[in-house]
């Protein structure tokens, strides 16, 4: 089959990589003149590794295996964990470029458009900005929140913006050394270190839209590994944290995956988790005759990914609380809540992956 893939991102590089393992053709358009990801880094947890392994994405060194997730207030004291493994494949810390190194890689044998996008798809024929051609039997739109591809189609889908915004960078392991992944909550801003291959650490920090604060006032009072990261990173870029008010997994012409389909906000770490399952999905469903395959792989994949956008949704607002009485309350619960709470999320989002099932 001759699949047409809008967008070279997590999602759009999975998918090439699992369809050239089936034995299909794939063509991918991508907007940007080269293959690259922004971002810093990105923590992959056993469901999105394992959906790696099986589309043909080479794992095993990638990134920095991760013991465990903790949460802490913002003076250090550890709110609640969750480390047991749900699986053989262990989650993974990775810096953005690796990982996408990893999966061009894997997909490499695709028919790569660079600097070009869809201006045109009519019956499977797709025209590029370039005025090329290509005709497919497949259109695929991974091509990120702001997808063209879906707008091209004529489905205007609002943004939700969160209330919150995000700065990302990588910084050296010195500077804030510490052994594995903590989220520091505050009062309406929270900084995550997550330490990634090499020397080098993963910062990104969250501040409510009402707080106008510079970065070293807003995190004075959090534990120096917090400080030390931030005084490094006051170059950050910052973007909104926004989702789609609904999902679009179909359109006239086209199917969808990953954020193009469903971004949600990254509370849980998994939207890229999401587009890495939804493209090992979709290549299991078109073994399928292609009527068949599409309705196929939405059925599998719609209740899972509203599950999780909720969670994370849910979680963000509880995170990025702003009141004393609230953070105060929030913090004493969690330090009393069961490990098994933050245990049990974990193994249900194994328990769903396409790999737990197969
Ligand atoms: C602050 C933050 C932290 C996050 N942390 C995590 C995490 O720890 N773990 C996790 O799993 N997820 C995380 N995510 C979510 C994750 O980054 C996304 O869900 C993931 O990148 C989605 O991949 P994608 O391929 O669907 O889209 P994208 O990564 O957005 O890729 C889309 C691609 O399409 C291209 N493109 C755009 N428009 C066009 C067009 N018109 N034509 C052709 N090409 C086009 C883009 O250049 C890009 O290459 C985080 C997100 C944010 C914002």
Known sequence: MQVLISGAGIGGLSLAAGLLRAGHSVHIVERSLELRSGGAGIALFSNATACLRWLGVQVDGLGRISQGFAVAT??????????????????????????????????????????????????????????????????????GIHSGLRSLLGAEVPLVDSGYRCWRALVASGVGEQPDSVEYWGRGVRAGIVPLEGDQLYLFLTMNNGLKLGLEEAFSEFVDPVRACVAAALDAEVRPIQSMAKHVWQLPGAVFLGDAAHAFTPNMGQGAGMAIEDAMVLVQCLEQPLDQAIPAYIARRAERVQWVAESSERLGKVAQWQSGLGTALRNSMMAVSPKSAQQKVMMRLWEGSPVAQI
């Open 74 to 143: 913002a003076q250090g004291k550890v709110l609640g964990a969750a480390g047991e493994p749900v699986s053989d494949e262990p989650a993974r810390c990775v810096s953005r470029e690796a990982l996408h190194d990893a999966l061009a890689l894997a997909a490499q044998g695709a028919e790569l458009y660079l600097g070009q996008e869809l201006v045109a798809l009519h019956d499977g024929l797709a025209t590029l900005s370039s005025g090329e051609r290509i005709q497919a039997d497949l259109v695929v739109g991974a091509d």
